[in-house]
């Protein structure tokens, strides 16, 4: 761990992970970050970047991570067709569970600590999402879907979940009986990742068309934010207030931006959609951000396999944002 900075804001460098960042995702008491990269191992921090704890039970790159609104299990996804489900403190693993597919996304509900599993369809396997139940060890939902989904969520009663794909649609499952309710074109491409609010009411996207969007569980866009790369990750505030925006180029496509050095991550007013500052930290793609519970601090991972860590000043704390209300 680095200290870049120490004054009214602080910026801590982590360098634990050797592979680039996949996720990474604060605790929803704000105690704790998780962080993993496309190596076998997810990471437990405090706030101040120090290593608690490792979870290393996997033989393939870590793909998502989610972590329970009672911080007491992490939900792991794997290349290796698994997910795991794990007990935070002793490390113990509760639940694990062998998929035909590769695992892309996991979600943990708002109010029953249900687990919401995205599958792709490498393997020729047909793409599906899934919900384990805990007690059983069955699996108590299966939906198959037309195009391989990217990020699964459930609204807040649970009843209704919302998938994003890779052609850029989100659609709406009734579980109680496997009827699409509704889909829409919500990008040109593909979505790569869907996050719900901190109050559970609307959720943001992020694409590779380089646009984020605020959408409410009736798939109605309700603001748009413009990027000027493909979209990895984006982030509401808990305070519904501003967003953050992260993303790049993918790797595959470096040439495009040779000579290119730095990557940033944007915050933008939720209400007028305007970019309202940008921060400049890693040296690759950035894969994920999140914000604290607090709205007060912030983090990121990228290509570079660094995480940044970072408290807001507080001019930009006190600056005069609109919470949207929806």
């Known amino acids: 761990m680095e200290i870049i900075n120490s004054n009214d804001s602080f910026l801590y460098m982590l360098r634990h992970h050797s592979k680039p960042i996949v996720d990474l995702q604060f605790n929803k008491d704000g105690d704790l970050l998780f962080t993993a990269s496309k190596s076998f191992e997810v990471f437990l921090c405090n706030i101040k970047g120090e290593v608690l704890n490792i979870y290393e039970n996997h033989n ?24 795991t489900i794990y007990d935070v403190e002793n490390k113990d693993i509760i639940f694990k569970e062998t998929v035909s597919a590769i695992p892309k996304h996991v979600f943990f509900s708002y109010l029953n600590n249900e687990l919401v599993v995205t599958c792709d369809d490498s393997y020729n396997q047909k793409p599906k999402i899934l919900i384990p139940d805990l007690k059983s060890k069955e699996i108590s939902f299966e939906y198959f879907t037309e195009f391989s989904p990217t990020s699964s969520i459930l609204e807040i009663s649970g009843v209704n979940l919302v998938f994003s794909d890779i052609k850029g649609n989100i659609s709406m499952i009734d579980r109680r009986n496997n009827e699409l309710i509704s889909k829409k074109e919500v990008h040109s491409t593909k979505i790569n990742k869907l996050r719900p609010s901190f109050c559970n009411t609307f959720f943001i996207t992020a694409s590779n068309d380089t646009y984020s969007k605020i ?26 207030d501003k967003v953050i925006c992260a993303g790049g180029i993918s790797a595959r496509d470096a040439a495009l931006f040779r000579g290119k050095k730095v990557f940033e991550v944007s915050f933008y007013d939720i209400v007028t959609e305007n970019l309202v500052g940008t921060y400049s930290t890693h040296f690759g793609t950035i894969n994920s951000v999140d914000v604290h ?28 944002f609109t919470e949207l209300d929806i």
């Open 60 to 83: 393939g790159a870590i793909t998502n991570l989610s972590v329970s609104k009672d911080s007491r299990m992490l939900a792991v996804s794997s290349a290796d067709q698994s997910y």
């Open 293 to 320: 519970p607090s709205s007060g601090i912030f983090c990121s991972g990228g290509e570079d396999a660094n995480i940044f860590l970072m408290k807001f000043g507080e001019d930009f704390l006190t600056a005069p």
């Open 215 to 240: 959408v409410d569980f009736d798939l109605n866009v309700k603001k748009t934010f413009a990027y000027d790369e493909p979209l990895n990750d984006a982030c509401i505030f808990s305070t519904n």
